[in-house]
């Protein structure tokens, strides 16, 4: 059984920057990949961005590539998210997500088997 803690959400203005963390505990050594979904009132639940252990493939949508960065700290089963430029439309509750494969898109994170409780995203304008 894998836990995910999520933190580092709030409210930020238009243009304003938030740094996402989620750090794993638990029976994680097999888990390769993590990574971050959000979902917006209303709306479908989106894969935004993850990576693997080693780094070497990350994965962004669309709607976020060139102001979101994805890092992980391996030594502590923590993977963050660097959210620049942020507009009012990234407002959602980001989860935080882990499996052992990261699939060929950001897409693939809405079929990862462990979920965090999420963590609020407020952008104004």
């Known amino acids: 059984q894998v836990q995910l803690v999520e933190s580092g959400g709030g409210s930020v203005q238009a243009g304003g920057s938030l740094r996402l963390s989620c750090t794993a505990s638990g029976f994680t050594y097999s888990y390769n990949c993590m990574g971050w979904l959000r979902q917006a009132p209303g709306k479908e639940r989106e894969g935004v961005a993850s990576?693997?252990?080693?780094?070497?493939?990350?994965y962004y949508a669309d709607s976020v590539k060139g102001r979101f960065s994805i890092s992980r700290d391996n030594s502590k089963n923590t993977v963050y998210l660097q959210m620049n430029n942020l507009k009012p439309e990234d407002t959602a509750m980001y989860y935080c997500?882990?499996?052992?494969?990261?699939?060929?898109?950001?897409?693939?994170?809405?079929?990862?088997?462990?979920w965090g409780q999420g963590t609020q995203v407020t952008v104004s304008s």
């Open positions: 997500a882990i499996d052992d494969a990261c699939g060929d898109s950001a897409a693939a994170l809405l079929f990862f088997g462990s």
């Open positions: 990576a693997y252990s080693g780094h070497t493939v990350t």
